[in-house]
Each structure stands twice: as structure tokens, then as C-alpha cells.
């Protein structure tokens, strides 16, 4: 199965007169959809914008991975454990909050700031063994190639970075779930165009190949 999500239909969230522009893909905040709170391990694919100097101030995060891509500008993060990090585009930023920790992230350019932000729940053997009080983990990998797997133990699961050229043919991982989401350019998948923003939900479909009308760049989880 194959459910296509269109960017355009994201709920908008964020606060425009700070200077924040959120698209959100699942149910989060005061938004609640209950046939869209999750899929798989995957809680929150949220798009974001801050203008320069705008930013969320110092907020709690609990037994959840948070994987950053930053696609423009610079993101700058702070928490309580005393990790501090700038995430430029082509870095991966990874927070595992374990027990909790508090942070914060902010655009402390002069550019505008874009960046995809993931959430993964962590399966049942990871949850356990980061009880409350568990020290919360932090790093950023720099200028992640094209098709360079990240692997995510904590949630059994692998972001897989793509950057087809015009033309290209890339194969989709064949995994029970995987979870596309479109950071730039024209593609098609199984004769479905996409565009930047869009994302796919896939369940037990093998062989299914994405072809690239632009040069692109896309984010393609591969799930338990």
C-alpha cells in the first residue's frame, strides 16, 4: 500500500509574529487528527522556518529520537545536559532524550533557517533501558554523503539520505514500512508525481523505484 501526503495539506502550526512557519505531517500540539498520529516508529516529520533570530525557547523532550536535516541557514542547539551544537545543510543532528532533557533551538544567523525534524519512538528494549533519570545523548554528523545510510538502533530503524540527479533511478528500500519525504525537486514514484514538502507512506510494496525529473533530495526512513 501507498498513501501519498501532499505538503500542501500539512497542518500549519508555529507563531508567524516570532518569526516561526511549522508544517506539521502528523497530529501534534493542539492539532489532533486520530487516524494520522503515527507511523511505525515515526511520531513527527515537522518543516520548519525561522526568520533570523527567531527560535523555540527551552522545552522538554522524553524518551524520543529527534533527527534533524538541515536543508538552509544554521540551527543552533543548546539542552540541560550541557550539549551545544550549529547544524549546517547537509548535517545530521541526533538527540536521544532517554529520561528528558530540556533544549533549545534558535536561528542565530542573519539567513533564513529551514530544516526537517523527525521524531521516532524507540522500541521496547531501548525504552527500557532508558528509564527516568537516563542521561539523554547528543551528535551531529557532518555533510552526509549521497546514500549514506544512518542507523537508528534505538527504533530499528534507517534514514537513508538521496540525492538523485536529473534522470536517476533510486531504489526504495524494501523494509515492512518506509516513510519518503521530499526535501527538493520533481520525482515520481510508481507513476505518482511529487514535489517538495510531499511525503509517502509505504506498507509491504517491494521493488517500487523512484525516478528523478530534477535534480532532488529526499529523506526515505526504512521501518520495522
Known sequence: MMEVRRGADRYRGGDETAGIDTRHAFSFGSFYDPDNLRFGPVLAVNEERLAPGAGFDEHPH???????????????????????????????????????????????GTEPLRFVQMWLAPNAEAAAAAPAGAEPSYGIVRGIADDTPYALPAASAVL?????????????????????????????????????????????????????????????????
Do not use: C
Not at 89 to 103: E, I, Y
Not at 189 to 217: K, M, N, Q
Open 62 to 108: 522524553s524518551h524520543t529520537e529527534i533527527i534533524t536535516w538541515v536543508v538552509e541557514g544554521e540551527l543552533t542547539h543548546k539542552d540541560t545536559a550541557g550539549h551545544t551544537g550549529t547544524v549546517r545543510p547537509g548535517d545530521l543532528q541526533h538527540l536521544s532524550a532517554a529520561g528528558g532533557v530540556r533544549h533549545i533551538e534558535r536561528n542565530e
Open 160 to 224: 537513508h539520505v538521496r540525492r538523485p540527479g536529473a534522470g536517476e533511478r533510486i531504489a526504495v528500500p524494501a523494509a515492512p514500512r518506509v516513510y519518503v519525504h521530499v526535501v527538493r525537486g520533481d520525482l515520481r514514484l510508481d507513476g505518482t508525481e511529487l514535489g517538495p514538502g510531499d511525503s509517502v507512506r509505504i506498507t509491504g510494496t517491494a521493488e517500487l523505484e523512484i525516478l528523478a525529473g530534477s535534480p532532488g533530495e529526499l529523506l526515505i526512513w526504512e521501518l520495522p
